[in-house]
């Protein structure tokens, strides 16, 4: 049974006080403790330094984003610690080396201003893309500074529009007018910290004395807007996110609002003269039952008009669902994820209006893998040149990802760039394997095993999880893993648990709420099922995971403690009890519950870690990081469970980076030192004798 559930007197809430000066003299006191542990071992710091140079390599991919003429690109290395917003032209990418235009230089813009600026996106008004407006992180939490930017003249605009650090939407309406959802005093953000109410701004006018246009709930996760500036089919439309999951849509038309019809779990999008519709659950129309994970298109006029004359793009089995799509001028690409490997297929239109007819064509692109793909076609260009072009990411686990080029309706797709391979993998090999959980569910999982390895139950074993939100985890390419964990003879495993998305919204919807607990089971009978095959053993298996990820190895710690020696716990959940009560917990209600209604905390307080860690548990040892910047999991979850269980006697280790928010780290110096902290303590608790 839990132990002492409600807590109701938290003898550690004073670790909750993100920058107290008791709670940071405790973070600083435990930082010097894991530094002492880790860092003083005689391979730590090439360690650091290797992983610091993959991060840093200039052979990197300098992925784009398309805008008009320009090819965007941040990019960070060595010289350039907190990083360059840079632009070429699709010509100058195509070379080995190519000419790009500085725009901004975060990191002599920070010095300038005193201010310890990470990077964090901009949005741009098409079709001149001259405005823009750019967001700015302290030290990497999701609260942002916005300023805008002129993009011809590379420089601030002086009296333009600004907005003060705040979790801000933002959207350009044009050249002088702005929708915005800001932090306004009370009543303008929910309960989770996210806007609650959006304002028409114009150019020159105080913000405060914007007019109101679109308010949601308190008690919603947020609400925001799309303006969609396509000739001949311009929409601004706002959404009510009443949850994590479900949303409410409506169209701004003369001034007024009109709510559109769709299933609250279903995401609606607009394209040209289309409607696209995904779907989270069965939906019945005119006497079709559509399933659930499928994608639906039909004609936006007769849709809004009240016509439900919808064809299927996509529609699940048991081993497909829908990873995502994109549209060219002519065609929509959708993307398939087949067993946990991506597949992309092409359709296109036969004839207009609600009566026209869809064809398919597969794309010939690499198999089996990870593949993401983005249309280039910006709708803003009446003859845009790039209308029919698609930028194809491919990775896998042993094969350094490659960008490709490619056009709707031609077979072959043309390598932009390539990453280097930071590791050797001659000798390498990627198995997939099915292991049973408890209630009977086949749960897949890869292992990526290194050369000259066997299945002798004493390979050091990295077992990595998530199971949460309907996020898919897929093959990829880590020049870190690869060489600093598989290159030393370590196996490395990715669970594809439920709660994920990778077999659809079924496969995360068994694992949410009252059902939460089967994430854990099935993680856990895959590391059971590592062991029974031989792959490793408990004195050589490890468990991580980040956010939902950590308190998924957190959970399974807890309750099958005698499977692992180490878990590295990252920007985890912890306090299920009062997760709603912190930073942006409330958001998540709709993945796990409400611990204020007894009949949700009955489940959640039979997993939550911070309430059912005890004394007398023989656990593993533990190394927890997270970041005083972390503005979304409250960095107060992994300070309490880390005193709690200290002041219980257990083995653990604790790293609190004071910059660098959700993601852990603001740079990639911090990222590095992160990684060999994570690294180093694995490979102590892990390694043994062989």
């Given at each position: 049974m839990p132990l002492n559930n409600d807590l109701p007197d938290d003898p550690l809430i004073w670790l909750e006080e993100v920058q107290g000066d008791a709670a940071l003299a405790w973070v600083r006191e435990r930082n010097a403790e894991t530094e002492a542990a880790l860092e003083s071992d005689a391979g730590f710091e090439t360690t650091?330094?290797?992983?610091?140079?993959?991060?840093?390599?200039?052979?990197?991919?300098?992925?784009?984003?398309?805008?008009?003429?320009?090819?965007?690109?941040?990019?960070?290395?060595?010289?350039?610690?907190?990083?360059?917003?840079?632009?070429?032209?699709?010509?100058?990418?195509?070379?080995?080396?190519?000419?790009?235009?500085?725009?901004?230089?975060?990191?002599?813009?920070?010095?300038?201003?005193g201010e310890n600026w990470v990077w964090a996106g901009a949005t741009a008004l098409g079709p001149a893309y001259r405005r823009c407006m750019v967001s700015l992180s302290r030290g990497g939490a999701d609260a942002t500074v916005l300023r805008e930017f002129d993009l011809v003249d590379k420089r601030f605009v002086e009296g333009g529009f600004g907005i003060g650090e705040a979790k801000s939407r933002v959207v350009w309406e044009d050249e002088d007018h702005l929708l915005v959802g800001t932090d306004l005093g009370p009543g303008s953000l929910t309960e989770s910290g996210y806007p609650r109410t959006l304002r028409r701004w114009a150019r020159g006018a105080a913000l405060a004395d914007a007019p109101l246009v679109f308010e949601g709930r308190s008690e919603d996760v947020s609400v925001g807007a799309s303006v969609d500036r396509t000739p001949?089919?311009?929409?601004?439309?706002?959404?009510?996110?009443?949850?994590?999951?479900?949303?409410?849509?409506?169209?701004?038309?003369?001034?007024?609002?009109?709510?559109?019809?769709?299933?609250?779990?279903?995401?609606?999008?607009?394209?040209?003269?289309?409607?696209?519709?995904?779907?989270?659950?069965?939906?019945?129309?005119?006497?079709?039952?559509?399933?659930?994970?499928?994608?639906?298109?039909?004609?936006?006029?007769?849709?809004?008009?009240?016509?439900?004359?919808?064809?299927?793009?996509?529609?699940?089995?048991?081993?497909?669902?829908?990873?995502?799509?994109?549209?060219?001028?002519?065609?929509?690409?959708?993307n398939v994820l087949d067993n946990v490997a991506n597949r992309l297929e092409e359709w296109r239109r036969q004839g207009p209006g609600p009566e026209a007819s869809w064809t398919r064509r597969l794309v010939d692109a690499p198999h089996p893998g990870s593949l993401s793909v983005t249309a280039l076609h910006d709708p803003l260009l009446a003859d845009d040149p790039l209308a029919e072009m698609l930028l194809v990411n491919v990775a896998d686990f042993l094969s350094p990802d490659s960008l490709r080029l490619g056009e709707a309706g031609i077979d072959g797709l043309d390598v932009l760039k390539s990453r280097p391979?930071?590791?050797?993998?001659?000798?390498?090999?990627?198995e997939q394997h099915v292991a049973r959980s408890l209630d009977g569910t086949p749960?897949?999982?890869?292992?990526?095993?290194?050369?000259?390895?066997?299945?002798?139950?004493?390979?050091?074993?990295?077992?990595?999880g998530y199971g949460g939100f309907e996020v898919s985890l897929t093959p990829f390419y880590s020049g870190v893993i690869g060489s600093q964990w598989c290159s030393r003879g370590?196996?490395?495993?990715?669970?594809?648990?439920?709660?994920?998305?990778?077999?659809?919204?079924?496969w995360h919807q068994a694992a949410v709420g009252a059902n939460k607990q089967r994430s854990y089971d099935d993680f856990a009978a895959v590391a059971q099922d590592l062991i029974?095959?031989?792959v490793t053993s408990p004195a050589h298996l490890g468990i991580q995971g980040g956010s939902n990820g950590g308190l998924l190895v957190a959970a399974v710690m807890l309750q099958r403690p005698d499977m692992f020696s180490a878990v590295v716990c990252q920007v985890p959940l912890l306090d299920m009890r009062r997760f709603h009560k912190l930073l942006a917990g409330a958001s998540w209600m709709a993945e796990y519950g409400n611990p204020d209604l007894p009949d949700d905390w009955a489940v959640i307080s039979r997993y939550s870690p911070y309430q059912n860690?005890?004394?007398?548990?023989?656990?593993?040892?533990?190394?927890?990081t997270t970041s005083t910047r972390d503005d979304r999991?409250?960095?107060?979850?992994?300070?309490?469970?880390?005193?709690?269980?200290?002041?219980?006697?257990?083995?653990?280790?604790?790293?609190?980076?004071?910059?660098?928010?959700?993601?852990?780290?603001?740079?990639?110096?911090?990222r590095a030192r992160m990684s060999a902290l994570e690294y180093g303590f694995l490979w102590q608790q892990l390694s043994g004798a062989r």
């Amino acid at each position: 049974m839990p132990l002492n559930n409600d807590l109701p007197d938290d003898p550690l809430i004073w670790l909750e006080e993100v920058q107290g000066d008791a709670a940071l003299a405790w973070v600083r006191e435990r930082n010097a403790e894991t530094e002492a542990a880790l860092e003083s071992d005689a391979g730590f710091e090439t360690t650091m330094q290797e992983i610091r140079a993959i991060l840093d390599s200039r052979d990197q991919i300098p992925y784009v984003v398309r805008r008009g003429d320009a090819f965007y690109n941040f990019w960070r290395d060595a010289q350039n610690p907190r990083g360059l917003w840079r632009r070429t032209s699709l010509a100058q990418y195509r070379l080995a080396q190519p000419a790009w235009e500085t725009v901004i230089d975060l990191d002599a813009l920070a010095r300038a201003e005193g201010e310890n600026w990470v990077w964090a996106g901009a949005t741009a008004l098409g079709p001149a893309y001259r405005r823009c407006m750019v967001s700015l992180s302290r030290g990497g939490a999701d609260a942002t500074v916005l300023r805008e930017f002129d993009l011809v003249d590379k420089r601030f605009v002086e009296g333009g529009f600004g907005i003060g650090e705040a979790k801000s939407r933002v959207v350009w309406e044009d050249e002088d007018h702005l929708l915005v959802g800001t932090d306004l005093g009370p009543g303008s953000l929910t309960e989770s910290g996210y806007p609650r109410t959006l304002r028409r701004w114009a150019r020159g006018a105080a913000l405060a004395d914007a007019p109101l246009v679109f308010e949601g709930r308190s008690e919603d996760v947020s609400v925001g807007a799309s303006v969609d500036r396509t000739p001949g089919w311009e929409r601004i439309s706002f959404e009510r996110a009443i949850d994590f999951y479900r949303s409410e849509m409506f169209l701004w038309q003369d001034g007024r609002l009109l709510k559109v019809d769709k299933p609250e779990d279903a995401s609606l999008s607009f394209c040209r003269d289309m409607v696209l519709v995904e779907l989270r659950s069965d939906w019945a129309l005119a006497g079709t039952v559509w399933p659930r994970g499928s994608l639906l298109v039909g004609d936006a006029a007769a849709y809004l008009q009240g016509e439900r004359r919808l064809q299927a793009l996509f529609t699940p089995t048991g081993q497909r669902s829908l990873a995502g799509w994109t549209a060219t001028r002519s065609t929509i690409v959708v993307n398939v994820l087949d067993n946990v490997a991506n597949r992309l297929e092409e359709w296109r239109r036969q004839g207009p209006g609600p009566e026209a007819s869809w064809t398919r064509r597969l794309v010939d692109a690499p198999h089996p893998g990870s593949l993401s793909v983005t249309a280039l076609h910006d709708p803003l260009l009446a003859d845009d040149p790039l209308a029919e072009m698609l930028l194809v990411n491919v990775a896998d686990f042993l094969s350094p990802d490659s960008l490709r080029l490619g056009e709707a309706g031609i077979d072959g797709l043309d390598v932009l760039k390539s990453r280097p391979a930071f590791f050797d993998a001659d000798g390498m090999r990627i198995e997939q394997h099915v292991a049973r959980s408890l209630d009977g569910t086949p749960v897949p999982y890869f292992v990526l095993w290194p050369r000259g390895a066997t299945a002798d139950a004493r390979n050091p074993t990295l077992l990595y999880g998530y199971g949460g939100f309907e996020v898919s985890l897929t093959p990829f390419y880590s020049g870190v893993i690869g060489s600093q964990w598989c290159s030393r003879g370590g196996v490395f495993v990715l669970a594809n648990i439920r709660g994920g998305g990778e077999f659809g919204p079924g496969w995360h919807q068994a694992a949410v709420g009252a059902n939460k607990q089967r994430s854990y089971d099935d993680f856990a009978a895959v590391a059971q099922d590592l062991i029974a095959r031989g792959v490793t053993s408990p004195a050589h298996l490890g468990i991580q995971g980040g956010s939902n990820g950590g308190l998924l190895v957190a959970a399974v710690m807890l309750q099958r403690p005698d499977m692992f020696s180490a878990v590295v716990c990252q920007v985890p959940l912890l306090d299920m009890r009062r997760f709603h009560k912190l930073l942006a917990g409330a958001s998540w209600m709709a993945e796990y519950g409400n611990p204020d209604l007894p009949d949700d905390w009955a489940v959640i307080s039979r997993y939550s870690p911070y309430q059912n860690v005890r004394a007398d548990l023989k656990l593993p040892k533990v190394l927890f990081t997270t970041s005083t910047r972390d503005d979304r999991v409250h960095p107060g979850h992994a300070r309490k469970m880390a005193e709690r269980m200290r002041r219980q006697g257990h083995a653990l280790l604790y790293w609190e980076n004071l910059e660098g928010g959700h993601g852990g780290a603001a740079d990639n110096a911090q990222r590095a030192r992160m990684s060999a902290l994570e690294y180093g303590f694995l490979w102590q608790q892990l390694s043994g004798a062989r």
